[in-house]
């Protein structure tokens, strides 16, 4: 069965840096094009971040541009987020999710209704 397993949510302070890593397992990254979401209490799944499979090409909301890095790590089979200047509101469950590439062409994306497999999510929480 596919799994996605992030790591590296914790306790950090305002301004302060997080990374957070998700192993993909009984599947390639080399096919899927990866995404990180976040979920604030009482709050909708947004998304944070992606990255494509084709051509490393990367995507960012508004709220995190500048701050958040994507990158990934085919040979470990890793996708990383690294979080800088984080703020309060950026406290929240982060999740990595995974949709399969259908074509050469296809590129990451941000839209939660068109993901095939989806993290348990790790915290993160900002706070002084």
């Known amino acids: 069965q596919v799994q996605l397993v992030e790591s590296g949510g914790g306790l950090a302070q305002p301004g302060g840096s997080l990374r957070l890593s998700c192993a993909a397992s009984r599947f390639t990254l080399d096919f899927h094009n990866i995404a990180w979401f976040r979920q604030a209490p009482g709050k909708e799944r947004e998304g944070v971040s992606c990255i494509s499979s084709n051509d490393g090409s990367t995507r960012y909301a508004d709220s995190v541009k500048g701050r958040f890095t994507i990158s990934r790590d085919n040979a470990q089979n890793t996708v990383y987020l690294q979080m800088a200047s984080l703020k309060p509101e950026g406290t929240a469950v982060y999740y990595c999710?995974?949709?399969?590439?259908?074509?050469?062409?296809?590129?990451?994306?941000?839209?939660?209704?068109?993901?095939?497999?989806w993290g348990k999510g790790t915290l993160v929480t900002v706070s002084s």
């Open positions: 999710a995974a949709k399969r590439r259908r074509s050469p062409y296809d590129i990451c994306t941000l839209n939660l209704n068109l993901i095939d497999y």
